[in-house]
């Protein structure tokens, strides 16, 4: 397992260009399965969820190739509308296959996702809807079962609480459903209208993406198509904060900044400099320790739950206290901990963790226990006084793209370092 050695207190300056968003490309590598012809996806980024998903796609029949930096996938046939236990166990997003699979096959076996460390994340809404699309759904063993040999047909879902996959996922299978459907409550995040332009240019007929209500008229097929991912916004967000915690001057780039304006006006109102200079750069700049703002998580256009431990490591290092609330998982605060050894001053009140700013964070051992908990302690360490290692970084590696790398070119003292096994070790 690979380790990440950081030693902290160099302003990080220069530029950090944001690659294609992960929680864009999963969905859209789905999409895929909807056609018997080849999609070509730009900007996808090389990161271990997009290669998990990869897999996911072979499994099921398609092949998978990547050509100058373009992702190509050709579902001619599906001969196995599967995902095993074995995949889904390392990806909860993987259940974003029902939909397509059902839709396109008639059938589909999805193994049942279980908690993961930041909750308990069930799958029951994606499965109240396709049912509402007229699959017959068993859930027994382990695996979601749907049936629909005769194709889905239109219906009327309402989400009793907003998912941004179990939108994706209806989505999906509603453009091959005979019919409408019309999907209310549905997530408003910007991935979605990403998966709805690219549903669209492989022939679908949707309105509504990017709103709480989506339409959408079912097409008997749907055609190959080609289609750029959009900016990965909580990479973004992830680098704007890594300039502010860093007290540098950084120029985050190719990314839209619309998309993290929820984020750049609590920094701007804790005391950083952000701007805008071009209409895909975002500068960002900040001094010294910001003040303590107060911060809640929500669905987009709200701060996201994404970028919670991020936040939270800056405010570890502000003047006064914050609260800052957790209203979309239950779980999401296991970087407190690693941060706390870190010397930050955090208390954890049910959903709430009430953080006391300090002025110095001591660099610590720390182990990654999600990617955006990786992501607050590589934070954290970059301020820190001393040397961090943060285990388990296999966590950051789901969802950042060479991140060691992008940080180590604007002037961060990080290194990657390859655990060898000892002879006789445990493993
Ligand atoms: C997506 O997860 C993202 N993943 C997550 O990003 C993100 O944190 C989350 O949306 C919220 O923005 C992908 O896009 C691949 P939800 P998703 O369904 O769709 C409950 C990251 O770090 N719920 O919107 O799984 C659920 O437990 C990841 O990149 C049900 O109860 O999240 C949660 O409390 C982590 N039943 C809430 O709804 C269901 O059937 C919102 O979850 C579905 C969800």
């Known amino acids: 397992m690979d380790k990440f050695k950081i030693v902290g207190g160099t302003p990080l300056s220069g530029e950090m260009p944001v690659s294609g968003s992960k929680n864009s490309s999963l969905p859209a590598l789905a999409a895929c399965l909807l056609t018997d012809e080849p999609v070509t996806l730009h900007r996808v980024p090389r990161v271990k969820d997009i290669a998990t998903m990869e897999s996911l796609l072979e499994y099921a029949g398609a092949k998978v190739a990547h050509h100058n930096g373009k992702t190509c996938v050709h579902a001619r046939t599906l001969d196995r509308p599967e995902a095993p236990y074995d995949v889904v166990k390392t990806m909860r997003a993987s259940s974003l296959v029902l939909g397509p699979l059902v839709a396109r096959a008639g059938r589909a076996r999805v193994s049942m996702p ?37 194709g889905l047909r239109g219906g009327n879902i309402h989400f009793d609480r907003i998912t941004v996959t179990g939108t994706e996922d209806v989505l999906m299978a509603a453009v091959l459903a005979k019919g409408e459907t ?69 120029i985050v780039s190719d990314c839209n900044p619309e998309h993290v304006a929820a984020l750049v006006v609590k920094m701007q109102q804790a005391g950083a400099e952000v701007d805008q200079p071009q209409a895909d750069v975002l500068r960002v700049r900040c001094a010294g320790r910001p003040k303590a703002l107060d911060m809640k998580t ?36 296991m970087h407190v901990q690693e941060l706390v050894r870190m010397g930050a001053n955090i208390r954890i009140e049910g959903r709430q ?63 990657r370092v390859q655990q060898t096994m000892r002879a006789g070790a445990d493993v």
């Open 114 to 150: 279980g908690g993961c460390a930041i909750g308990a994340r069930p799958i029951n809404m994606h499965v109240a809807a396709l049912e509402k699309l007229g699959a017959t759904i068993e859930q027994a063993y382990g695996y979601v079962e749907a049936q629909a040999p005769d």
């Open 182 to 250: 019309v999907i209310g409550n549905a997530a408003r995040e910007p991935e979605v209208e990403d998966l709805a332009n690219l549903l669209i240019a492989m022939g679908a007929n949707i309105e509504g993406a990017g709103t709480s209500t989506i339409k959408v008229q079912g097409v008997e097929k749907l055609h190959g198509a080609e289609h750029t991912i959009i900016p990965d916004r909580i990479e973004a967000g992830t680098f704007l904060l890594a300039g502010a915690i860093s007290h540098g001057d950084l």
């Open 298 to 333: 929500e669905e987009y256009p709200g701060f996201a739950t994404d970028l919670q431990a991020q936040y939270l490591a800056w405010m570890a290092t502000a003047h006064g206290i914050s609260f800052i609330t957790e209203t979309i998982f239950e779980n999401r605060f």
């Open 353 to 415: 963790a009430i953080v006391a700013g300090e002025d110095l964070l001591m660099g610590a051992q720390v182990i990654a226990s999600d990617l955006r908990a990786s992501a607050s302690l590589v934070l954290a360490a970059l301020v820190a006084r001393g040397q961090t290692i943060i285990d388990r970084v296999y966590h950051i590696d789901r969802g950042y793209e060479r991140i060691e790398e992008k940080l180590a070119a604007v002037g961060a003292n990080i290194q």
